[in-house]
């Protein structure tokens, strides 16, 4: 059962200092630096009021940055894909796949004209349950922009999960360069060079450029035995679709934003008896070629198999593709129906339906994120335990033998005669299916209650939706339980 016990979280910061990590110098190009602590981050779901094209009735609208006379409507919320714990991928279209990886070596996960994110995997033993597995995490993630237009100046901007003290937070976790000028960062700061802007929360860095956010937060390692200690989970997300359309990206997770038809690759099946796994799963079937087509030789560096780094958005605009085997398709990517976004943003957290359909929606593409995200404070105080902030042990605790058919993307149904709304309190029954044929299923009930502008709920791993102090407005809605309540 998903707990209902009240926790206040004490976010208690490291008094040591990190240790200082030098990066490499960049001599490519010089100039100024700005800083603006002062500066907001953008909202990552710009209304652009883009038109849409209706082709049939029984479609989805496509998006479209063509003028049309059909009628105007919302654009596309922001859409992502994400990398999390031992690294499973969520791709941009809901597809899944995981990735080992190799030791200490750097890969391309990123690469669009004058941007590119690199990432370094290592190996970790820890246990998982009953199991020993041998896996790996995401350790450093690094970022390369070519920013200030005719300046063509440089921007380098890297996270290190070695940096992170026992809080997962330190004061230099993130360091880089500016025109060759070098800054280190760490909790609280805010940073710009050019266009690109860099804000840092408790354990996280978010790095906004041209359209696109790369989210990096650091973690613990849990039940580590050896090998890495603290590991990096990441999110990327276009403002909209035309933003992937007009730069055609590619690199392990970047090209699911340019494929018009949902990626699904290999993912590691973790076996339910006691004993010891080792992961495999490169995430074939999802990416052009192998893995090793994607790694690079160092932190910054933007050439690989498949590098769009060099290209120009105008030839993105012009062409299908960097390669045929990846985009046979010749229609625009704009004009490819808009996917579900995968965290779903602006979910309305005022209506209860909407924040169970928010969970389920996540959870059913193979992510426990937004699950973990609308849970009440008092919920994740033993779901998320010690300090009711700890997604991994929640992801754990979903992707267990009782909630795990939560996550099997074959679909899910809001019972008859819904959700039920009483005062403050809401209940639903979910009837939610575990084969393609739909033979199978588990129902589970839903309860849910309004949070008081009394209760404060902040963390960096809960945004958009942590509840802040002196908030108004409506009351919001959170999860504080999940039952099973019948079988097959």
């Not at 796949?97 to 941007?115: E, I, K, M």
């Not at 960097?322 to 943003?345: H, I, K, M, N, Y």
Request: glycine share 10%; with cysteine.
């Amino acid at each position: 059962m998903w707990a209902c016990v009240r926790e206040t979280d004490d976010l208690g910061v490291g008094s040591s200092l990190c240790q200082k990590k030098l990066i490499r110098k960049e001599n490519r190009n010089s100039g100024d630096q700005h800083q603006d602590p002062k500066q907001k981050m953008k909202d990552a779901c710009k209304k652009d009021g883009r038109k849409v094209q209706v082709p049939h009735p029984d479609r989805h609208p496509a998006c479209t940055d063509l003028h049309t006379t059909a009628r105007t409507m919302p654009p596309c919320s922001a859409i992502g894909a994400h990398a999390f714990r031992d690294p499973h991928l969520v791709l941009a279209r809901g597809g899944r796949a995981d990735f080992r990886g190799r030791d200490g070596h750097l890969f391309a996960f990123f690469s669009a004209p004058g941007l590119a994110v690199n990432v370094k995997t290592e190996e970790a033993t820890f246990g998982l349950g009953n199991l020993t597995v041998n896996g790996s995490f995401i350790t450093e993630a690094h970022v390369v922009a070519r920013v200030g237009g005719a300046k063509r100046k440089w921007a380098n901007a890297s996270f290190w999960a070695s940096e992170l003290n026992a809080f997962n937070t330190g004061w230099q976790f993130v360091n880089g360069s500016c025109g060759g000028r070098l800054f280190w960062m760490g909790l609280g700061l805010q940073r710009r060079c050019e266009e690109l802007s860099i804000g840092i929360k408790y354990s996280s860095a978010t790095f906004s450029v041209r359209g696109w956010s790369i989210t990096v937060r650091g973690n613990s390692v849990h039940s580590s035995t050896a090998g890495a200690r603290h590991r990096l989970d990441l999110s990327l997300s276009a403002d909209s679709r035309g933003v992937a359309a007009r730069s055609l990206p590619h690199g392990i997770l970047g090209q699911s934003f340019s494929s018009p038809v949902r990626r699904e690759g290999k993912v590691d099946i973790y076996p339910t008896a006691p004993g010891r796994f080792t992961t495999s799963a490169q995430a074939e079937g999802a990416i052009e070629g192998s893995a090793a087509m994607y790694e690079v030789r160092s932190p910054y560096a933007t050439d690989f198999a498949f590098s769009r780094f060099e290209a120009s958005v105008r030839e993105a605009e012009l062409t299908t593709a960097p390669t045929s085997a990846t985009f046979s398709e010749s229609r625009r990517l704009s004009e490819v129906p808009c996917p579900p976004p995968s965290p779903p943003s602006g979910v309305d957290t005022t209506s209860a339906e909407a924040v169970l359909r928010a969970q389920m929606d996540d959870m059913q593409a193979g992510s426990t994120l937004v699950a973990y995200q609308l849970a009440s404070p008092g919920n994740r105080a033993s779901t998320a335990w010690p300090s009711g902030y700890n997604l991994d042990r929640f992801d754990q605790m979903v992707r267990g033998a009782t909630y795990n058919p939560l996550i099997s993307g074959f679909g899910y149904e809001v019972l008859p005669p819904g959700v039920q709304v009483s005062g403050s309190q809401a209940a639903a029954n979910v009837q939610v299916f575990r084969d393609a044929s739909r033979s199978q299923s588990l129902t589970y009930e839903f309860r849910m209650s309004k949070q008081p502008h009394s209760v404060v709920d902040t963390h960096s791993s809960l945004a958009p939706y942590e509840l802040l102090p002196g908030r108004s407005g409506r009351e919001v809605w959170r999860t504080n339980s999940v039952l099973v309540v019948s079988g097959p």
